[in-house]
């Protein structure tokens, strides 16, 4: 654990999640050693929302601008990239940034949000600091980024007037798929390391990180950032952060119908939590980020998630393949975040 958040905190919930084995069957180490694509399934049918089979779905991805930054001795490429949604089949475009004379580099994907057009395309400046491309091409990797409101409206009546079964896909998993959709293509472009593919993703994007990384093994990194209930933290480990209730109600269209349902105000009664999806993750790299002031996302209940789901990656001997930070500050994606995933990826051979 990096970082100087109060020891007392987070020691505190170790001793809480410390005699999980003696829980309720949610907050054991148990689950983690059931077949990991029953662990997919409890979170589709639970929270995320079980996808259909797309059946005729034709995936195409076309480059239709690609140009030289000089400035950051860098090729940018922008790409325009098909999938599924509720609401049928759109059309996005991914922004990519490729080291020049590398060869194939690894690359860190990113769901992101609306950035003003002037600075994201300065992002090679430094002038996002969420996505500090500059700092990210200067360690050798590549780096990918769209803008999630391009594939589905973050709104919470986006999916009315619509037919959901009580497992229906949200919009968690729509952008998850889409980040999976960049990763396709990705697989296709010599400027890419396919085996080194990272999502990273900051509060609903850190939860959308987290489910297509724990969706979709091609990425072999997985950065939920301040990610928060039903991203990493645990929904009961929690400490005056979000609610299901909370959550639910302001974002109905984020999750399957039945995860209100089924879960509103019984956090604490959950059959399942968050530490199985991160040890879903297992052997693959695993870094989660938190804040010390991001109270709403509850940072020691993050850790305490992350804690529990290190068993896993014990049972694999890969106990050196996750790690977790906290850094001063509150709720947000910073280029110190992106410096522990960076650290960690070269640590880890990348």
Not at 21 to 47: M, T
Not at 74 to 102: H, Q, S
Not at 219 to 245: H, K, Q, Y
Request: charged residues 25%; glycine residues 8%; hydrophobic residues 40%.
């Amino acid at each position: 654990m990096n970082g100087n958040i109060p020891k007392a905190i987070f020691i505190m919930c170790a001793l809480l999640q410390s005699g999980a084995a003696d829980a309720a069957p949610s907050n054991g180490v148990l689950p983690l050693n059931k077949d990991r694509d029953a662990v997919i399934k409890v979170f589709e049918e639970n929270v995320y929302g079980v996808r259909p089979k797309f059946d005729g779905f034709v995936p195409k991805a076309e480059v239709v601008k690609e140009e030289r930054i000089e400035a950051a001795c860098a090729v940018r490429k922008t790409v325009a990239l098909n999938t599924m949604t509720p609401l049928g089949e759109v059309t996005f475009n991914a922004t990519a940034y490729f080291p020049e004379g590398k060869g194939s580099v690894p690359v860190f994907v990113m769901p992101g949000f609306n950035v003003p057009v002037r600075e994201f395309a300065r992002a090679h400046e430094g002038a996002v600091s969420r996505w500090p491309v500059d700092l990210i091409l200067s360690n050798g990797f590549g780096t990918v980024t769209f803008n999630y409101n391009d594939v589905l409206k973050d709104d919470e009546h986006v999916l009315d007037g619509i037919e959901r079964a009580p497992d229906a896909w949200g919009a968690v998993s729509t952008w998850a798929l889409a980040t999976s959709r960049v990763a396709d293509w990705l697989e296709t472009e010599p400027l890419a390391d396919k085996s080194r593919l990272a999502v990273v993703g900051l509060s609903r994007l850190g939860k959308t990180a987290l489910w297509a990384g724990a969706t979709d093994t091609r990425f072999a990194m997985v950065c939920p950032t301040c990610s928060g209930l039903f991203g990493a933290r645990m929904a009961t480990r929690n400490l005056g952060g979000e609610t299901i209730d909370q959550i639910t109600s302001k974002f109905p269209h984020w999750f399957a119908p039945q995860c209100r349902d089924k879960w509103a105000g019984k956090d604490w009664e959950l059959p399942f939590d968050q530490h199985w999806l991160l040890a879903s993750v297992a052997p693959r790299l695993l870094a989660v980020g938190s804040a010390e002031q991001d109270w709403w996302a509850c940072p020691s209940a993050e850790f305490c998630s992350w804690e529990c789901a290190r068993q896993r990656y014990w049972e694999f001997n890969a106990g050196d393949n996750t790690t977790y930070h906290v850094r001063h500050g509150g709720h947000g994606l910073t280029p110190e975040d992106w410096k522990e995933y960076i650290d960690f990826a070269k640590k880890r051979g990348w």
